[in-house]
């Protein structure tokens, strides 16, 4: 066999060795897949010990969880926002076309009100709560509360809450439907748990950061055959689960100094984002308000056993929790004094029984719970004027 015969037969061999590395990777990914779907199916089917608790007395329960397991819950792109969620109906859990994807809010009728009030209310995926039926979102729960201290006046919350929304995308959304020309008297900010995970904990500026990052870097980055198999979504999932360890652990920060020269950052530009909204509604004549929310990782009410079990075997919260506490440290330091911003961390502190069923998302009690301390907040603060 000549040298040129031997060359053909090396780069021959190369591809088919290429090849059948491809399609080996494709049945991993395809097995990772359905084992993932196996290990986290409690998760999704609600079925571990907080869930149970927490949905134990409300009504139509498994019939919600149906509703969820047949909605299409996968991102859309949504300019400047970066994405949204498609439309979706059902009985208990509604997703309506408007702005890229909003909640359905349950709002009172009033034919006889002598004032509307409309409320913009804006969040991350504890705002949207896909968990809990429309009538149990904060959304819903504010409205209920506000339309029953007010008989003779209709409020109208709209939720403009979305899944891994910090708080600088919601004011890019706000931006859009202000400019479109819907006006609100009374615009509601509930974050604190989506900017601290990405900005302290991880040091990123959003969810999804690296993904959106390889459009400026030109497509995909070139990497290494093992790199680019462990980047495979289940397989590294997988890995992750197997491991009990957060899927991207290597990309937390777990030096303290750092910790908190991000929860600086991170604070100074939710004070930002503040003022720059209360600017808007000077020039737009609404009201503005900002709420800091509650987790298991800062919150002083008395765990249970349930809520234990959610820090013992959810593997991100002892890598979150030094960077929750100091980044709940420094926005306390930072908003000290404004006016539009009001702590809600410790509005479950007082709470009997599990309320949490993972280290943000709580139960319809617990919301219920938040929106009286928000609509309490609105009437004494003077929101609701003229």
């Not at 509604?94 to 009030?117: E, S």
Request: hydrophobic fraction near 40%.
């Amino acid at each position: 066999m000549s040298r040129l015969d031997r060359a053909k037969d090396i780069v021959f061999k190369v591809h088919i060795a290429g090849l059948i590395f491809v399609v080996l990777l494709g049945i991993v990914e395809l097995v990772a897949r359905q084992v993932c779907r196996t290990l986290v199916s409690a998760h999704r089917e609600m079925r571990e010990p907080a869930y149970l608790e927490v949905f134990r007395d409300m009504e139509n329960a498994e019939e919600h969880l149906a509703n969820l397991r047949a909605s299409d819950m996968t991102l859309r792109y949504q300019p400047y926002c970066l994405w949204g969620l498609s439309e979706f109906r059902s009985s208990t859990y509604n997703v309506l076309p408007d702005w890229g994807g909003i909640r359905r809010t349950v709002n009172r009728t009033k034919p006889d009100a002598r004032r509307r009030i409309r409320v913009f209310f804006f969040g991350g995926s504890t705002a949207f709560c896909s968990r809990l039926p429309d009538r149990y979102t904060p959304a819903s729960c504010l409205s209920a509360d506000l339309n029953g201290r007010c008989p003779d006046v209709e409020f109208s919350v709209t939720n403009f809450g979305r899944g891994g929304y910090l708080s600088d995308q919601e004011v890019v959304l706000l931006t859009q439907v202000l400019t479109a020309g819907e006006t609100p008297d009374v615009v509601v900010f509930y974050d604190g748990v989506n900017d601290t995970i990405n900005k302290v904990c991880k040091g990123i500026p959003h969810y999804q950061y690296p993904r959106f990052r390889s459009v400026e870097e030109g497509g995909k980055p070139r990497v290494g055959l093992l790199e680019a198999a462990s980047r495979y979504e289940y397989v590294g999932q997988l890995a992750s689960l197997l491991a009990k360890r957060p899927p991207d652990a290597t990309h937390y920060v777990t030096d303290r100094e750092q910790l908190r020269e991000n929860a600086r950052a991170m604070a100074e530009r939710y004070r930002q984002n503040l003022t720059f909204v209360e600017k808007l509604g000077e020039a737009y004549g609404f009201r503005t308000v900002f709420f800091w929310q509650p987790d298991l990782l800062t919150t002083a009410k008395a765990i249970t056993d349930e809520e234990s079990g959610i820090l013992r075997d959810d593997a991100q919260a002892a890598v979150w929790r030094p960077g929750f506490e100091i980044a709940h440290e420094t926005i306390r330091k930072t908003m000290h004094g404004q006016k539009a911003f009001y702590d809600l961390s410790d509005a479950l502190d007082a709470a009997e029984g599990t309320v949490f069923f993972d280290v943000c998302h709580v139960s319809a009690r617990a919301n219920e719970t938040i929106s009286e301390r928000m609509a309490e907040t609105l009437v004494r603060g003077g929101c609701l004027d003229q």
